[in-house]
């Protein structure tokens, strides 16, 4: 009984001070990469701006699994700026992709960030913290791609 007690009292203490170091963590995430492509930003905005576009340049966005599995909705679209909401069952995020044209380098600055906002739940703001990991290596990636896609053209 004194054994049961004490894994009891345990594990409460345990959880409130996961819980508590949890909500040191930040509850908003931002993942952010950038790419020069060397164009202008009216030859990359169809690319990023039309979603049935985007399996040129994302890897795995085609799949049909992978489009039961997510949404993606376009809320916004402008000459340098393009938000969109993507839904995972994992995470809901706000992504935005801005558009820097240096006209005399004629370079254009395409930068692809990940916004998301997590619940106090420790294990939620713990693996957040792993967003700039797996996500920033994919992102890389995928700008890697997009950059080679409209250099080509």
Known sequence: MRAIKLGLISAVVFFALFTLG????????????????????????????????????????????????????????????????????????TTKFRFIYIPGQAVTIVQWQFEQEVKWYPWERLSSLMNDKILGTLMEKNLAKLQLLVEAS
Do not use: C, F
């Open 22 to 93: 949890g909500l040191l963590l930040p509850s908003h995430n931002v993942v952010s990469r950038a790419v020069n492509i060397k164009a202008k930003p009216g030859s990359i905005l169809p690319l990023v701006q039309n979603t049935s576009e985007w399996h040129l340049w994302i890897e795995g966005i085609d799949s049909s699994a992978m489009q039961q599995k997510q949404t993606i909705q376009i809320i916004s679209v402008s000459d340098t700026l393009i938000v969109a909401n993507w839904k995972t069952a994992e995470a809901n995020y």
